[in-house]
């Protein structure tokens, strides 16, 4: 199946500070995903992108199908952007997802 | 519009009791997925229905089987659960093959 790797495991920051997150995947994809999960365990869901480029506010992400890789860049970050990062990825009827990014922001 | 609903919240069974999960999707959406997910881990696939069809299973033993009902709504049952069953279980609903909505999970404790 794909293999999906996420960088870095983990990463700490200043409040205000930028960030890139990165997702290689291992095969051509359909469908890719990034989600935050919260301390409770709900997955939100931050990007739909299977390719190209999207903005929300402070996050942004980018995939390259290509070359198999997507990026999440999340700018001025906020105490409130602490959590999981997950990229999940599909190509035939089952998501895959990365072991995470925990990003913690600290005040 | 209400979003992907799971239930019970949490369940504290037995090792060797069966468990029944229950999901309901965004109205709607005609897919519903399972995963498992570990302390500490991505969650991991077990299952995906479209249209009352199984179109996908994970690697899971087939102590785990699952079923969607005609409203789309789904069911996962666990039998003779092990301590290693101790998760949060997942429930995810998409049109199709498309962008997946997840709901806020049940988390299922082993003893």
């Known amino acids: 199946g794909i293999q999906v790797e996420q960088s870095p495991p983990d990463l700490i920051l200043q409040e205000g500070a930028n960030s890139t997150l990165r997702c290689n995947f291992s095969?051509?994809?359909?469908?890719l995903q990034w989600f935050h999960q919260n301390p409770w365990g709900q997955l939100i869901n931050l990007f739909y992108?299977?390719?190209g480029t999207k903005q929300n506010g402070r996050l942004s992400a980018t995939t390259v199908a290509t070359e198999r890789y997507s990026l999440l860049y999340i700018s001025s970050s906020q105490t409130t952007d602490s959590g999981v990062y997950f990229c999940?990825?599909?190509?035939?009827?089952?998501?895959?997802f990365g072991a995470g990014t925990r990003l913690t922001v600290k005040p | 519009d209400a979003g992907v609903t799971q239930s019970p919240t949490h369940l504290i069974k037995t090792r060797g009791q069966h468990v029944t999960l229950r999901c309901s999707p965004i109205?709607?959406?005609?897919?519903v997925s399972w995963y498992q997910q570990v302390l500490g881990q991505g969650p991991q696939f077990i299952f995906q229905?479209?249209?009352?069809?199984?179109?996908g299973r994970g690697n899971f033993p087939d102590r785990f089987s699952a079923r969607q009902f005609p409203n789309y709504s789904s069911e996962l049952n666990v039998n003779a659960l092990l301590l290693g069953d101790s998760a949060l279980y997942l429930c995810?609903?998409?049109?199709?093959?498309?962008?997946?909505?997840f709901g806020p999970g049940t988390r299922l404790t082993v003893t």
């Open positions: 229905y479209y249209e009352k069809e199984e179109r």
């Open positions: 992108i299977p390719s």
């Open positions: 995810a609903s998409s049109v199709s093959e498309s962008e997946q909505y």
């Open positions: 095969d051509s994809v359909n469908n």
């Open positions: 109205s709607g959406h005609k897919s």
């Open positions: 999940a990825v599909s190509g035939n009827n089952d998501m895959r």
